[in-house]
């Protein structure tokens, strides 16, 4: 279950102001002690991709599946060397 950011904010806060421990707080909202901890943990963003988007050539996608309609997407993405989900 996902909670609001509001909801984990004013749980943090009421932890701080009544010295709460992680359990005392959890048992107090009715989360796991975890997601209390996780909680209080910054927000740190996601890192940025060090390789350019891979991009294949369509023209040549479309002769691949004229001669080999069967073929599996994994098995094209093997021979183009990118990931399943660049073929689909």
């Given amino acids: 279950m996902a909670y ?3 909801f984990r904010h004013q749980a ?3 932890k701080e102001r009544n010295h709460l421990s992680f359990e005392a707080t959890a048992e107090r909202f ?3 002690k975890m ?3 996780n909680w209080s943990k910054p927000i740190e963003a996601q890192g940025t991709r060090q ?3 891979t991009t294949i050539d369509m023209e040549a ?3 691949e599946v004229e001669q080999d309609p069967d073929a599996y997407q994994y098995e ?3 021979r183009f060397g990118v990931i399943r989900r ?3």
Wanted: hydrophobic residues 45%; positive net charge.
């Fill in 76 to 78: 094209r993405a093997k």
């Fill in 35 to 37: 997601s209390i901890f």
């Fill in 4 to 6: 609001s950011i509001d």
């Fill in 51 to 53: 390789k350019p988007a």
């Fill in 61 to 63: 996608l479309k002769r």
């Fill in 30 to 32: 009715g989360v796991s």
């Fill in 12 to 14: 943090l806060l009421i």
């Fill in 86 to 88: 660049t073929i689909g």
